[in-house]
């Protein structure tokens, strides 16, 4: 039985979001189109392990297959979040701080 810290973290969870944050970059590096076995191909991680954190990306929406179907690209949620960095960066830690 996986073991949980006093966060709350099952024992195995930090090394999963590592996994899937990996298969994110991956995406972005190689570029829109990118197909789940050239995926598999780039990462240090088994076959399996990188279909189960696609199909986990795609239903989250943070990833989107391609409208043939063959490939993904950096979905909606992804862009919300580099969006919300992007304005954080531009106004500076001082719009963020209480008065």
Request: a negative charge; zero cysteines.
């Amino acid at each position: 039985m996986p073991t949980s810290d006093p966060d709350g973290f099952l024992a195995r969870q930090p090394a999963a979001v590592d996994s899937a944050f990996a298969v994110l970059e991956a995406v972005a590096r190689l570029g829109p189109g990118v197909t789940a076995r050239e995926l598999t191909e780039a990462l240090p991680m088994s076959r399996a392990s990188v279909y189960r954190i696609i199909k986990h990306l795609v239903a989250n929406e943070y990833l989107v297959r391609t409208p043939d179907l063959r490939g993904f690209v950096i979905g909606e949620r992804v862009r919300a979040l580099a969006s919300g960095a992007i304005t954080d960066l531009v106004r500076g830690p001082d719009e963020h701080s209480e008065p």
